[in-house]
Nanobody
Framework: QVQLVESGGGLVQAGGSLRLSCAAS????????MGWFRQAPGKEREFVAT????????YYADFVKGRFTISRDNAKNTVFLQMNSLKPEDTAVYYC??????????????????WGQGTQVTVSS
């Protein structure tokens, strides 16, 4: 049974950077796509980025293109989200998720079958 644990959240000023990590247990980490989502207070969970089992291709929400980068290290069972040029509107709880798919094609929460507990990211203005 795979478990996901996020880390790396915190408080940062606008324009700053954070790197989120998601560590997965289990021996099949390298066989499925992974994704990052976020949820702000009072809002629905929204897609941020996804990465295929091999590391390519990747797929991003329009509002993070050019600022965020998703990557993975299958040898370490870890997926990362590098967040640069952060804005106050990026404030949310960030979740990593295991996809039902091998390739990064889906931004729909229904295509993700396992979620971490989330890590809080707060961007001050």
């Amino acid at each position: 049974q795979v478990q996901l644990v996020e880390s790396g959240g915190g408080l940062v000023q606008a324009g700053g950077s954070l790197r989120l990590s998601c560590a997965a247990s289990g021996r099949t980490f390298g066989t499925y796509a992974m994704g990052w989502f976020r949820q702000a207070p009072g809002k629905e969970r929204e897609f941020v980025a996804t990465i295929s089992w091999s590391g390519s291709p990747t797929y991003y929400a329009d509002f993070v293109k050019g600022r965020f980068t998703i990557s993975r290290d299958n040898a370490k069972n870890t997926v990362f989200l590098q967040m640069n040029s952060l804005k106050p509107e990026d404030t949310a709880v960030y979740y990593c998720a295991k996809s039902r798919l091998k390739v990064a094609v889906s931004s729909q929460t229904a295509d993700y079958e396992l979620w971490g507990q989330g890590t809080q990211v707060t961007v001050s203005s």
